[in-house]
């Protein structure tokens, strides 16, 4: 049996449309599931019970369930509850951005964990509003300290919104489907389909190890 790799070469700008609307689904989900995902590490340290526990419960949840599984409820299921369609867009983003809401919201949890008691003693002397004490003390520490955990998670939406083309959505997964399946051709295309999301998701991985290295020199963890 030969291969010929070649013909794939016919379909770049359609590959290449594919890879747009996955960086772009994994950058939207990406700053969506950050920003739920640190409210909801809000929460789980929270002193009201009840945010506790609702945070908990979705979180455990979220990373307990297959992706594949939350996306085909909010895509199947979902209209069904709702008596209304809803796009293939819209349940690839909610899910994924849920799902990284929930993986995240760890992430911020150990980091806020971090923070020294102290600091936030001394935010109440000063009689610093809650929500003051959070946008210029908290976060940024947060941030600065989940930034190489954050970025790896990116990494991994990366690679799992290929889910997304389960429901149809044509992302690069979904295009190199279709192309198989038109040219009878799966070892050529989805070989090249697997080689694009490695040199996308490679100097990514790189890129986390070396901001790691560096971060952790400079917070002297």
Known sequence: ?????????????????????????????????SALGFVTSLARVSPVRVLRWASTVYVEFFRGTPVLIQLFWFF???????????SNFTAATVTL????????????RASLKSIR??????????G????T??????????LLRAVPTLLSNFVSLFKESALVSAVGMADLMF?????????????????VVA???????????????????????????
Request: aromatic share 8%; net charge negative; glycine share 4%.
């Open 195 to 221: 080689v694009i999301y490695f040199v996308v998701a490679f100097p990514l991985t790189r890129a986390v190890t070396v901001i790691e290295r560096k971060m952790l020199a400079k917070l002297a963890i």
């Open 1 to 33: 049996m030969t291969y010929d790799f070649a013909v794939v070469l016919g379909y770049w700008e359609a590959l290449l449309q594919g890879l747009e609307v996955t960086v772009k689904l994994t950058l939207l989900c990406a700053a969506l599931g």
């Open 175 to 191: 295009i190199g489907q279709n192309i198989s399946s038109n040219i009878a051709k799966p070892v050529e295309v989805l070989t």
């Open 128 to 131: 610093l509003p809650r929500i």
């Open 76 to 86: 199947f299921c979902l209209p069904i509850v709702l008596g209304t369609d809803i």
């Open 97 to 108: 951005t849920l799902y990284t809401g929930a993986i995240t919201s760890e992430t911020f």
């Open 133 to 142: 004490q959070i946008i210029y003390i908290v976060l940024p520490q947060a």
């Open 117 to 126: 008691r102290e600091e936030i003693d001394a935010c109440i002397a000063l």
